[in-house]
Structure formats: structure tokens, C-alpha cells
């Protein structure tokens, strides 16, 4: 790939938009329609995590239970790095149950798929606190 279209911008920010409400709904439905099938997530926090596959992401997902943060998705900047490679950086914010929120930096690698556009890795990486 050269160049992004400005529907395929619009179509790669829906499709981060969608993370907030997949998986902190545990909505297994939704999740597909974020990352690919063999997709990634790294958490970069304490000694960090890695999930592999969409499954598995959404064992994750659900295994954190009603008192998992609550997910905001801001200020994301899609871009085609130099070796042809869909990436977006994205702001997080994560309140958490007691009210305190914490937050980072999503980077995700992207790539179209017959049903469109979907995470292949994204990696989780915290701000503060530290």
C-alpha cells in the first residue's frame, strides 16, 4: 500500500472507536470486528502480557470481570510508515472502579481484511501512573 484514502481513515478510526465498546462490554461479536484473527495485544504495565489471538483476547477480555477499567479512546493519528505499514497511535484514558484513572498510548499495527479494516497488534503502553 502507497497511500490511505480518507475512507479507509474513516474506516481504521471506527474500527479503534469500537474497541472501547467490544471489550469493555465483552462483546465477543464486537471484538471481531476490531482485531484480525491472529491478532495482538501486549500490555506493557508491570511485568506485562501478552494475548494472542482473537479467542484468546476475548478470554481477556472477559476474564477481567465487572471491575475492569473503563476504556476511552482519543486523539488518534492514523499514518503509513515507510515500509508500507498501516499504524495508528492512539490516547487512552482507563477510569478505573474507585474512580482513579490512569492512562497511555495504544500503538497498532493495521491491516484490511475481507470484512475491513482490523488490529493485527496493538501494545498497551502506560503513562501514569507508572
Known amino acids: 500500500m502507497t497511500e ?16 472501547s465498546h467490544a471489550f469493555d462490554n465483552k ?4 471484538l ?6 491472529d491478532g495482538v495485544l501486549e500490555l506493557t504495565k508491570g511485568a506485562g502480557r501478552v494475548v494472542r489471538g482473537l479467542r484468546a483476547i476475548g478470554e481477556f477480555a472477559v476474564g477481567l470481570g465487572p471491575e475492569a477499567p473503563d476504556h476511552q479512546t ?3 493519528h492514523v499514518f503509513l510508515d515507510g515500509d ?3 499504524r495508528a497511535r492512539s490516547r487512552y484514558l482507563a477510569i478505573l472502579p474507585d474512580g482513579s484513572v490512569h ?11 475481507g470484512e475491513g479494516w482490523r488490529i493485527g497488534k496493538r501494545v498497551s ?3 501514569y501512573p507508572r
Open 74 to 76: 482519543l486523539d488518534t
Open 84 to 86: 508500507g505499514v498501516v
Open 32 to 37: 471481531g470486528r476490531v482485531f484480525a484473527e
Open 103 to 113: 492512562n497511555g498510548d495504544y500503538l497498532d499495527e493495521l491491516r484490511h481484511t
Open 4 to 19: 490511505l484514502s480518507r475512507e479507509d481513515i474513516s474506516d481504521i478510526r471506527g474500527t479503534l472507536a469500537l474497541f
Open 27 to 30: 462483546d465477543l461479536d464486537g
Open 125 to 127: 503502553i502506560p503513562r
